[in-house]
């Protein structure tokens, strides 16, 4: 059961009985956490903005949400996907083809990455753009059945994806800004301030 359900959804009338880690035997193999809930802790742990929403009312709601928060409405977005400009086109979004001119950039990705909480993109998403060259705040829309474990499962789901034409400039974002971002281990990184848009379609 996604680990969204056991947060959001109805509360089961049997119990599953669970045996605490501090019971299990010390030769038991280490219980692994479902993909979706290492990729939320690794993500947060990241510096990055989690919304989980349950249907597209919700993402547009939760969208309208941080454009007020940082008082975006009126702003520039860079917008490579035309697509997203029709799918929350109630918004008003004001796009330019320009990343220097907008506030913020709104994309898709390739995949989630349950293993570090890191976001899988590539040439479909920022073309052959740097990450540098891209504006300091993201707003990621993403669904639950992009989860994978590691960037090899990613990368194979590219190539089977992609069979005509495999996309380029793959790479991860891993780094989140956040409000005290002092961690020199994010030094040169690119780090962004980003949310995360997720529907729950599974």
Request: hydrophobic letters at 35%; glycine letters at 4%.
């Amino acid at each position: 059961m996604s680990l969204f359900r056991k947060l959001f959804g109805k509360k089961s009338d049997q119990p599953k009985e669970q045996i605490p880690n501090q019971e299990r035997s010390k030769y038991m193999p280490e219980v692994k956490l479902p993909a979706d809930e290492r990729f939320t802790i690794n993500f947060k742990s990241n510096g990055g903005k989690f919304l989980y929403c349950e249907n597209m009312a919700e993402i547009k709601e939760s969208f309208n949400a941080i454009l007020d928060e940082n008082q975006w409405h009126n702003e520039k977005v860079f917008l490579i996907d035309e697509r997203l400009q029709d799918l929350f086109k109630e918004l008003q979004l004001n796009p330019t083809a320009k990343a220097s001119e907008s506030a913020y950039f709104l994309s898709t990705c390739e995949y989630l990455i349950s293993d570090d909480g890191s976001l899988l993109i590539s040439s479909n998403q920022i073309a052959e753009k740097k990450l540098y060259e891209l504006p300091e705040h993201f707003i990621i829309f993403a669904t639950t059945s992009q989860f994978v474990e590691n960037i090899g499962e990613g990368l194979k789901g590219i190539k089977t994806k992609s069979k005509a034409t495999i996309p380029t400039n793959i790479t991860t974002i891993k780094h989140f800004a956040t409000a005290d971002d002092k961690d020199f281990l994010t030094y040169g990184s690119s780090a962004k301030n980003l949310y995360l848009l997720l529907l729950e379609d599974l």
